[in-house]
């Protein structure tokens, strides 16, 4: 099993994209979500594809298992998806010692931009770049579970509160 911990923060400004690495394509859907659970099929690039379940309510850690899956079955997963399939770009932009991942989103959220950092600990206190806005760690709204399956969203509220 595995841990994912992590910070996440709206994004103010472009400041990023001059030290982004690589980028990926994703298309995303849940197939069962409840407060403190979810599962989710991801399709990065078109070319592979996973399923991932999480469990846990802390804020910034929760326990993941992640397993690839061909395509042709994420396709059929996605169709049967709760709510929306979001669509975004992850951006991986390095800063000081960490990863973060940028994801700008389209479709039904786009304009919306979340910044993330995976760390080794809670304890670890990541550099924060000057592109950050405000924190969401533990904020529902903007996971992406909520961004699938929550349809009261107001979508300008929630971009517009970097």
Do not use: C
């Not at 197939?31 to 910034?60: C, E, H, N, Q, W």
């Not at 979001?86 to 000081?96: C, D, F, H, N």
């Not at 600990?121 to 770049?129: I, K, T």
């Amino acid at each position: 099993m595995a841990k994912e911990i992590e910070r996440k923060f709206l994004v103010r400004s472009d400041g990023w994209r001059s030290g982004a690495t690589a980028k990926s394509v994703l298309r995303q859907g849940y197939i069962a979500s409840m407060d403190d659970r979810s599962v989710r099929v991801r399709i990065i690039d078109r070319k592979s594809a996973r399923l991932t379940t999480k469990i846990g309510r802390s804020k910034m850690t929760r326990d993941e298992f992640e397993y690839e899956i061909p395509v042709s079955d994420a396709e059929e997963l996605l169709d049967a998806a709760i709510g929306i399939v979001i669509e975004k770009t992850r951006y991986r932009v390095p800063y000081e010692g960490y990863v973060w991942e940028v994801d700008v989103f389209a479709g039904r959220h786009r304009g919306l931009v979340i910044a993330e950092v995976e760390m080794g600990s809670e304890a670890e206190r990541p550099a924060l770049p000057a592109w950050l806005g405000r924190e969401v760690t533990g904020d529902f709204r903007y996971s992406n579970q909520a961004l699938a399956t929550e349809f009261e969203h107001d979508r300008h509220a929630l971009q517009h509160t970097a």
